[in-house]
């Protein structure tokens, strides 16, 4: 099982398998892939890359001997993580240019790998911001629906469709899981801010693009938005960052799963939480209901769902949905200054924390407290503990480096 394997055998077999890549070395791939090997590329990779490839063969010639036709890039691995299942979850950027337009390519990517017994890679999911690599080969902006950028460890996420009201079409549901694994992939990044721009933070699905691609079959729709759409939020609720939301005017539908992904909440007092599905014949999306029984309680999120109650902004902080309300002038420099206060944190400890917190859910007691031993040890040796301490003994305030 590959669980027995340790977690420096698979690091370690993993940066073998993206030194391997960038060498071109097939037998060297032969020695590192298990015969029985299945990859599957993200959907939406230009040049016919995506999708499933069933054998060593398939996966070289269809996907990475493809790109090394016409890219001059390779994979930079970045951060390891060893998911619950045994498997491991590389997070990094793919770095180099298309080579015929010359146009640079920087993608983010996350790679979950699965491992035989024998120390081989069986199988590889590969995930990526797949507007990047259409935008080296022809140069459209890959961005259109979210406003995103990285400043001094801050990362803001601002939802960017006002006239709509952020109504989230397909193109914003796959930019916001190309945001997350840009996030993901990041590790200068400390700390997220999630807004929008315009009178509301979202209203939700989209019905007007619903209704124009009705052709498609509603249900057929609903669940190619929401592939990218949980994708995101599965990815934003691993990181080590915590998340900040600034939630103003209408927030509804799946455009909760916004609210759902954060840490900690602002709302604008004229903010209304709306669940909205039962008014259009819909179960629900956006996590809201794992989320939304855990925050405000079953019966009142069994209301929120059946009866389309809305909460109101003063509601939401009372039953625990968000952490603050203030003025709507006052909500975005608020936001702000505490997400820039926890990406000035240590981030390696709001990781433990986040995962902790996400897992105690389905631990019981003794399960949780061994995860917290092994919290405290991860922690325990980070240089941002250290210096800490030492700043304690000295009566100084501590400054955090994210390490």
């Not at 791939?29 to 230009?46: D, I, K, N």
């Not at 920087?106 to 120390?119: G, N, Y």
């Not at 309680?297 to 902004?313: L, V």
């Not at 325990?380 to 480096?401: C, E, H, L, W, Y």
Request: net charge negative.
């Amino acid at each position: 099982m590959s669980a027995e394997l340790s977690r420096e055998t698979k690091v370690a077999v993993a940066r073998d398998l993206y030194r391997t890549l960038a060498a071109g070395d097939r037998e060297g791939l032969q020695g590192l892939l298990h015969p029985g090997f299945t990859g599957h590329a993200a959907e939406g990779l230009p040049l016919n890359m995506g999708g499933d490839h069933v054998g060593i063969d398939a996966m070289c010639e269809n996907l990475w001997w493809r790109i090394g036709r016409h890219f001059s890039a390779r994979a930079v691995p970045g951060d390891f993580q060893l998911m619950d299942d045994g498997r491991l979850m590389v997070a990094g950027t793919y770095r180099g240019s298309a080579r015929g337009s010359g146009n640079p390519l920087d993608a983010a990517f996350i790679h979950v790998l699965k491992f035989a017994s024998d120390e081989r890679i069986i199988a590889l999911h590969q995930l990526t911001d797949t507007a990047a690599w259409r935008a080296a080969l022809d140069g459209p902006d890959r961005l259109q629906t979210i406003d995103f950028q990285v400043d001094s460890g801050l990362a803001t996420m601002c939802l960017n469709r006002p006239d709509a009201r952020n109504a989230i079409d397909l193109r914003m549901a796959e930019e916001t899981l190309e945001v997350a694994r840009r996030v993901a992939a990041d590790n200068s990044i400390r700390a997220v801010l999630i807004c929008g721009n315009g009178p509301a933070l979202t209203v939700g699905g989209d019905i007007a693009y619903f209704l124009d691609n009705s052709a498609q079959g509603l249900g057929n729709l609903s669940a190619k938005m929401t592939a990218p759409f949980h994708q995101a939020f599965d990815i934003l609720s691993r990181i080590n960052a915590p998340i900040v939301t600034a939630a103003q005017g209408a927030v509804a539908g799946g455009g909760l799963g916004y609210v759902y992904a954060a840490d900690i909440v602002v709302a604008s007092d004229d903010a209304r939480f709306v669940t909205a599905f039962s008014g259009i014949g819909l179960s629900g999306d956006g996590g809201g209901t794992w989320h939304l029984p855990r925050l405000i309680g079953p019966r009142r999120a069994a209301a929120a769902y059946m009866r389309n109650t809305p909460i109101s902004a003063t509601q939401a902080y009372e039953w625990g949905l968000v952490n603050e309300v203030v003025p709507g002038d006052d909500l975005q420099s608020r936001a702000t200054e505490l997400a820039i206060e926890l990406a000035n944190g240590p981030t390696v400890a709001y990781g433990v924390m986040r995962s902790l917190l996400r897992d105690s859910w389905r631990n019981d007691l003794p399960t949780q407290l061994a995860a917290e031993t092994r919290g405290v040890r991860l922690t325990g040796d980070s240089r941002d503990a250290v210096s800490a301490m030492q700043a304690f003994v000295n009566k100084t305030i501590p400054t955090f480096g994210g390490q």
